[in-house]
């Protein structure tokens, strides 16, 4: 069994540098586009059989080191009582935002395990499947990404209508966090107990805050997931895009593994976090469009300052993006093995 | 006459903290947008008596420190012979982008005072009418802000096409930066030749790389043309967005001012830059949707940290949001020069 994954999690010694890639399941994926060219993608994450295909595709075609579930973040929006809808090209779009408290009123708290029990079917069918091959991830949404797009009804550019809630309605968008951190625990521990072997909480757009903002509005919101999940005993990564000016508030989520995006060296990250927590990145995802030569220099570098860390596992600093070659994506994964290897 | 805002760029000591706001000119002034009813965008940069005008609004109606000509940093790049077009709530569109070096071969360095004429216009008209009631700053964005639009055809989102040319196509990258780095030479001395007395370089985009590649493949071309533009002997301020990750690479840049956005605590920012430069910002432009109170909570944590630097000049973080309550850009300058006072 490849426990490497696991293990560096935990921040033990590891024969090599484990790699697994954000998205990599999806899009850039030929054998991932033949199964979606008859389905949309929302009844893929509800199909338990099509989700676990595809969870299992990279794991053969990369030769990663954790399968990571293939869902959505905004799925548990969805069961908390929203419409969602993914239109091509546009990405997901919520046609009733969340604007007040009866809004905030309506939405449930869901039973992950009745509610999102595809989402349970799929991790029961990976373990089988998997054979402990390697480990499986589970994830979810922060509550701050998803109040987001709730707030906004999609993807947003300035973030003005979540930014004007959090400011001029605090108890309101006080109010909806804890309601989405109530899902995200139990949308979690409904993962874990169905057999997933560390999450992921994907924090997109926290780095759009000051980190004031970050500090007094997400973090305990964060914590409070990450303390009530410890309890399950299984590492928790913490991924935070645009991070590099609240690294020091992050460093206080409680995560075993800190995930850091591109646009910062590691080594400054690393040197930011301290000795306590294992990293998690950061080649840039265009890095894949660069010569296997040049990928190869990259890892090299990223694995090279990694070691100062307690643990780093290695990863894109972002989602893998749909143009991706996918012989680069297997290069990469090579390289992290070949130079990652401890003698 | 108050030249504050010229001598806290040169790290002067002043009598308070100077102020003015990134596109304090623009739609959220009802004024602003009575003259914009009847005229594209694009007119109104290239019509010096309206660009004026526009310009002169915010000095009157918020009482800022400076005045920044009314313009758009793609004039430029239109000027070099690429076709320009603004849609309206798309943003800017460059119909034939930049993918092939007979693409850069066409394009011309222009001669500003002719062939940007308008602006010499505009600013010799505001150099009359300001009287020397606060000092005027010419701009212009960096090259590989302006890259970015011109290789992707407009905005983007994950630069995928900037990206492959600046990692596949080195040499066709590089020719391409130097020819802005040149047009924007010639373009920032023509506006302080007409009377612009500081100059602006915004890389809004910059902060989208790894800090290894801001280093190879963009900073080299700012510092070249912060070196030109010293013999004018006017103070320049470099501006990067999402800067928090390279602002030990940006320090390097040799401009006399460093404005940062509001993702990172100022005292941080401060703490690497250190003390040879004066730093612009950092108020997120969602905080003036707080009440008064609270925006003056925020002025004086940042006024307090921003003490430890060599100099300090308030602004936004980034360009004040359409959305913006007039009455509360009025309440920040007021709070700026209420607590920015040195006794």
């Not at 075609?61 to 869902?71: C, R, T």
């Not at 929203?82 to 779009?93: A, N």
């Not at 499986?136 to 797009?149: K, Q």
Request: with cysteine; proline share 5%.
């Amino acid at each position: 069994m490849n426990d490497i994954f696991l293990r560096a999690c935990h921040g033990e010694k590891v024969e090599y540098t484990p790699v697994w890639l954000m998205r990599q399941a999806g899009r850039y994926l030929p054998q991932y586009q033949s199964i979606r060219s008859n389905l949309d993608f929302l009844t893929l994450c509800k199909t338990p059989e099509l989700a676990a295909e595809i969870t299992l595709q990279p794991v053969d075609i990369l030769g990663v080191d954790a399968a990571i579930l293939f869902s959505d973040i905004l799925i548990p929006v969805e069961a908390m009582g929203m419409s969602l809808e993914f239109i091509e090209k546009e990405g997901p779009v919520l046609r009733e935002p969340i604007r007040n408290k009866a809004a905030v009123d309506r939405l449930i708290i869901p039973d992950a395990d009745d509610d999102m029990s595809f989402v349970v079917d799929t991790i029961k069918i990976l373990r089988e499947k998997l054979k402990n091959k390697v480990p499986l991830i589970g994830f979810s949404g922060a509550p701050f990404t998803l109040a987001t797009y709730m707030i906004e009804g999609g993807g947003s550019k300035n973030f003005i209508n979540t930014k004007k809630m959090m400011f001029q309605n605090s108890r309101l968008f006080n109010y909806l966090m804890d309601k989405l951190t109530l899902t995200i625990i139990s949308y979690l521990s409904s993962q874990v107990r169905a057999g997933a072997q560390a999450m992921q909480i994907f924090d997109t757009w926290a780095g759009v805050l000051t980190p004031m903002d970050y500090k007094i509005s997400v973090l305990p919101y964060v914590k409070k997931i990450i303390s009530e999940l410890n309890k399950e005993r299984v590492p928790i990564i913490y991924f935070v895009n645009d991070c590099a000016g609240i690294l020091k508030e992050i460093k206080k989520s409680g995560a075993d593994v800190i995930g850091i995006d591109w646009k910062i060296d590691i080594a400054d990250a690393i040197k930011q976090l301290g000795k306590k927590v294992v990293i998690q990145g950061n080649l840039d995802p265009c890095a894949l469009f660069l010569s296997n030569e040049e990928i190869e220099d990259r890892v090299k570098d990223i694995l090279w300052k990694g070691e100062s860390a307690k643990g780093h596992i290695f990863n894109l600093g972002h989602g893998i993006l749909p143009e991706t070659p996918v012989e680069n994506a297997i290069a990469l994964v090579e390289a992290v093995h070949k130079y990652g290897r401890k003698d």
